[in-house]
């Protein structure tokens, strides 16, 4: 996760029941101690799904999308701001408001994909590298992901 932390470190307390005895109600802390630690598998779990295959960080908030090569479309250098949210398992939301379009693009493999517009306009993210794709009938533009502040 290159250091980023999903959640507080998780410390035994006897008020949960997690650790210790139960201060006089002997047997309530084994059974809430049972629920603590299925919330604290439930949490993790969440985090390892929100974190995305292989560990690698998740792909939420504000990042700017860069064109790399314009294919004489779009000239390179433009700068759009994309707002990225999971959505579910291999779901990722990704929204550009100054275009006007919100998909939820499908993990196929590494890369995650979405469609645009009427015609056959793909977008395709590699999730790995940040380096992203829009292929359309007869050409391909491409670009980067940067993550903002």
């Given at each position: ?37 299925a ?33 004489g479309?779009?000239?390179a ?73």
């Amino acid at each position: 996760m290159q250091g980023k932390t999903l959640f507080r470190e998780w410390t035994a307390d006897p008020r949960f029941g997690v650790a210790g005895g139960g201060g006089g109600r002997e047997g309530r802390g084994a059974v809430v101690g049972l629920k603590g630690a299925a919330v604290v598998a439930a949490m993790v779990g969440a985090a390892v799904a929100v974190a995305g295959p292989d560990g690698l960080d998740p792909l939420a908030g504000t990042y700017t999308m860069t064109v790399t090569d314009g294919a004489g479309i779009v000239r390179a250098g433009s700068e759009y701001t994309w707002f990225l949210a999971p959505c579910g398992a291999d779901c990722l939301n990704v929204r550009d408001t100054a275009v006007g379009w919100n998909k939820n693009a499908h993990l196929e493999g590494d890369r995650w994909v979405w469609t645009i517009g009427d015609g056959p306009l793909t977008h395709s993210l590699d999730q790995k590298t940040l380096t992203g794709k829009l292929t359309g009938s007869s050409t391909t533009v491409w670009w980067v992901l940067t993550k903002n502040s």
